[in-house]
Nanobody
Framework: QVQLVESGGGLVQAGGSLRLSCAAS??????MGWFRQAPGKEREFVAA????????YYADSVKGRFTISRENAKNTVYLQMNSLKPEDTAVYYC?????????????????WGQGTQVTVSS
């Protein structure tokens, strides 16, 4: 089992930037992903990255604004979020999956962090 801890959330004005971090410990997984859940909405896929960082995939809503990356030496995955919009407001979760692919469904991920709140004011 892998333990995941997110950090870096906060309050930012529209157009601003934040960088989320996800520190992993325990059993090594392969692919990592970021999801988000806004109040009253389903948890949705944001971005995914393979184990070596060679491949990434993004939801259309964040493509060109968000960048997922990882530092395996630090067991950490990042989500750089630029040009933030009020509709990006949500709790952001990182998740680990036991395959070296880029899944976009919640069921493909076996471990989840506790989430970090991101609030974008207009």
């Amino acid at each position: 089992q892998v333990q995941l801890v997110e950090s870096g959330g906060g309050l930012v004005q529209a157009g601003g930037s934040l960088r989320l971090s996800c520190a992993a410990s325990g059993r090594t997984f392969y692919g990592m992903g970021w999801f988000r859940q806004a109040p009253g909405k389903e948890r949705e896929f944001v971005a995914a990255i393979t184990r070596n960082g060679g491949s990434t995939y993004y939801a259309d809503s964040v493509k060109g604004r968000f960048t997922i990356s990882r530092e395996n030496a630090k067991n950490t995955v990042y989500l750089q979020m630029n040009s933030l919009k009020p509709e990006d407001t949500a709790v952001y979760y990182c998740a680990a999956n036991p395959t070296d692919t880029l899944p976009r469904t919640r069921g493909s991920y076996g471990s989840w962090g506790q989430g970090t709140q991101v609030t974008v004011s207009s």
